[in-house]
């Protein structure tokens, strides 16, 4: 059985090709700015169910429900700045209180078309288009902030997102290490488009740092790097059943740069090879995956070979086979549903990890004054 699937999905990739399938959910992206002496309002919530049906040592299973509200005003003096302020409120369906309750500041200064630059609350989670060995899209429900500062980079030819996410901040003789990720997420476009084909050069690299020199405490440092980059071919066709069809063929890398190193492995890497098709609200992929000593700090589990910290569940190589379906419509202006199955079978053993779930997403300003 498990041979008939891995040659009819290496069959469906050479006929189509490989892609990346992004996250299902919809961020708030940094858009262009247009207008200026306003005040408005914004709101970005997420309504949650995901259930994780996982068999796997190295990951158990777990649901995920709940819901995430984030409420801000925006004002904007100046075609070219903004100031956003409000909060994010995390919520677990069957816990009292939220789960996490965050206030929300965003600068955002955009001197031209083709350059942007945050400070505050990033435009984080799938809005980076990491690919999912190094970001766990799930994560935009779980973690719904990143802090720090971003650069937008849109060129003709380079498409880049440049971002510090401050994660842990220490002072004077805190009992904890400092912990921030040095994010690098750019496309390299390698022509016109032409006859709906586009063809590009995906570059990423993550770091991962805990440190800090006025701690109270005497721990080692930890240092680990990330690296994903291949070849990336787009085919879009609005008069066809499949409106879109992404690929990809992506070599991931992983090391570990700490002066002591800690974890289960040192270094490794991966190869990546997936295709998804869209098709009306539709979104059909599959892919073959293969790695050795692969790991991520924030990357799916599944796709890793240890854990992020150290435990005693690791193996050295992995092989899967990925099935994805998805389903994304709007209902409504600013509003929107989704649905998705995802399966990771692993050659080896033959077992299947899978999980399914739903969401609604709210994600819209309104105008309150021009002065």
Same mark, same amino acid.
């Given at each position: 059985?498990?041979?008939? !699937?891995?040659?009819?999905?290496?069959?469906?990739?050479?006929?189509?090709?490989?892609?990346?399938?992004?996250?299902?959910?919809?961020?708030?992206?940094?858009?262009?700015?247009?207008?200026?002496?306003?005040?408005?309002?914004?709101?970005?919530?997420?309504? /949650?169910?995901?259930?994780?049906?996982?068999?796997?040592?190295?990951?158990?299973?777990?649901?995920?429900?709940?819901?995430?509200?984030? +409420?801000?005003?925006?004002?904007?003096?100046?075609?070219?700045?903004s100031i956003e302020a409000g909060g994010t409120?995390?919520?677990?369906?069957?816990?009292?209180?939220?789960?996490?309750?965050?206030?929300?500041?965003?600068?955002?200064?955009?001197?031209?078309?083709?350059?942007?630059?945050?400070? $505050?609350?990033?435009?984080?989670?799938?809005?980076?288009?990491?690919?999912?060995?190094?970001?766990?899209?799930?994560?935009? /429900?779980?973690?719904?902030?990143?802090?720090?500062?971003?650069?937008?980079?849109?060129?003709?030819?380079?498409?880049?997102?440049?971002?510090?996410?401050?994660?842990?901040?220490?002072?004077? #003789?805190? +009992?904890? *290490?400092?912990?921030?990720?040095? $994010? !690098?997420? &750019?496309?390299? @476009?390698?022509?016109?488009?032409?006859? #709906?084909?586009?063809?590009?050069?995906? @570059?990423?690299?993550?770091?991962?740092?805990?440190? =800090?020199?006025?701690?109270?405490?005497?721990? %080692?440092l930890v240092t680990l790097a990330n690296v994903?980059?291949?070849?990336?071919?787009?085919?879009?066709?609005?008069?066809?059943? /499949?409106? *879109?069809?992404?690929?990809? @063929?992506?070599?991931? $890398?992983?090391?570990? @740069?700490?002066?002591?190193?800690?974890?289960?492995?040192?270094? #490794?890497?991966?190869?990546?090879?997936?295709?998804?098709?869209? !098709?009306?609200?539709?979104?059909? #992929?599959?892919?073959?995956?293969?790695?050795?000593?692969?790991?991520?700090?924030?990357?799916?589990?599944?796709?890793?070979?240890?854990?992020?910290?150290?435990?005693?569940?690791?193996?050295?190589?992995?092989?899967?086979?990925? =099935?994805?379906?998805?389903?994304?419509?709007?209902?409504?202006?600013?509003?929107?549903? $989704?649905?998705?199955?995802? &399966?990771?079978?692993?050659?080896? %053993?033959?077992?299947?990890?899978?999980?399914? =779930?739903?969401?609604?997403?709210?994600?819209?300003?309104?105008?309150?004054?021009?002065?």
């Open positions: 059985m498990n041979i008939r !699937i891995l040659l009819l999905s290496v069959l469906f990739i050479s006929q189509v090709a490989v892609c990346q399938l992004p996250g299902y959910i919809q961020q708030p992206q940094a858009s262009v700015m247009a207008d200026s002496q306003k005040i408005s309002f914004a709101l970005n919530a997420k309504s /949650f169910f995901k259930n994780n049906e996982y068999f796997n040592p190295i990951e158990e299973g777990y649901t995920l429900i709940g819901y995430n509200i984030e +409420p801000s005003l925006v004002f904007q003096p100046v075609k070219n700045i409120f995390l919520k677990y369906s069957g816990r009292n209180g939220f789960h996490d309750i965050q206030p929300l500041f965003r600068f955002r200064y955009q001197p031209s078309l083709k350059f942007q630059m945050v400070l $505050g609350n990033l435009y984080g989670g799938s809005n980076h288009k990491l690919y999912e060995p190094l970001y766990r899209w799930e994560r935009d /429900f779980t973690h719904p902030q990143e802090s720090g500062l971003q650069f937008l980079i849109n060129l003709p030819k380079l498409k880049a997102d440049v971002w510090l996410n401050w994660e842990k901040f220490i002072l004077h #003789g805190d +009992p904890f *290490q400092e912990q921030l990720m040095v $994010g !690098i997420s &750019s496309s390299f @476009l390698l022509n016109n488009e032409s006859n #709906g084909w586009q063809f590009s050069i995906p @570059l990423q690299c993550l770091f991962k740092h805990q440190g =800090g020199q006025i701690i109270s405490i005497d721990t %080692s994903a980059t291949g070849l990336k071919i787009s085919k879009k066709n609005e008069h066809s059943t /499949f409106k *879109q069809i992404d690929m990809d @063929l992506v070599f991931l $890398g992983y090391a570990d @740069l700490s002066p002591n190193k800690q974890q289960q492995y040192e270094n #490794g890497y991966g190869f990546l090879a997936q295709v998804k098709a869209a !098709i009306k609200d539709f979104s059909l #992929g599959t892919g073959f995956y293969h790695s050795s000593k692969f790991m991520s700090p924030i990357g799916e589990v599944l796709y890793h070979s240890a854990t992020y910290p150290k435990s005693d569940i690791y193996y050295k190589t992995l092989d899967l086979i990925i =099935g994805k379906l998805s389903y994304q419509k709007q209902i409504a202006k600013g509003f929107s549903l $989704g649905a998705y199955f995802e &399966s990771f079978t692993k050659l080896s %053993s033959g077992k299947t990890d899978y999980s399914y =779930g739903v969401h609604l997403l709210a994600n819209f300003d309104m105008l309150l004054a021009h002065y």
